[in-house]
């Protein structure tokens, strides 16, 4: 459902174009607030899908609300059509276009334009308002996946000093293995060594003991000879 905000001084003004809009827009719910001050506030309360605006108001004219409007980021996306008692004149339009009018209506207000008007400023919120659901809903999907990404960062991250360390841990050993290595390769090189100069005493004692064997049974050869 539409929502149609009239900010006009004239209470007259008010009820006339009131009626005429939710005749000529079914369905249509229309906000009124009687002064530039109360519009603004009506404005960033409501939040309406568009707002009619008369330009010569007491206090507050429709240029200095419409500003007041486009400047608040509450109500900048609100379409705005000002409404004028005679035919705008060009430095009028440019000056209310300046200030972020998006359309004029001239009084007395053409019905067909009226309607016109205010059926385009409603399917331009509502095609903006849609951009920019779909403009959040992007940047959500684009912040949540980088989160995951980041969460993947530091995962990868993790898991590499994770593994960082355990190479680590594994050539720490690896030294300390080829390090015993080394030690028990010296140990059996040293036995190696005492085991050959052992067998070679040991060969050489059997030579000793064979040839005094020798000479014992020569020298009992010689005294059997003598009998």
Known sequence: MSRILLIDDKKDNLITLSALL??????????????????????????????????KMPVMDGYEVCNRLKSNKKTTNIPVIMISAIKTETENLVKGLDTGADAYLAKPIDESVLVAQVNTALRIKKAEDLLRGQKDLL????RERTAELANSNVQLKREIEERKRAEDELNKYKEQLEELVKERTSELEERNAELERMNSAFVGREFRIKELRDRVEELEGIKIDNL
């Not at 719910?29 to 605006?53: F, H």
């Not at 940047?139 to 684009?142: A, I, K, L, P, T």
């Open 22 to 55: 939710k005749t000529l827009i079914p369905g249509c719910t229309v906000i009124t607030a009687q002064s530039g001050t109360e519009g603004l506030q009506k404005a960033e309360a409501e939040l309406p899908d568009t707002i009619l605006l008369d330009i």
């Open 139 to 142: 940047e959500d999907m684009v």
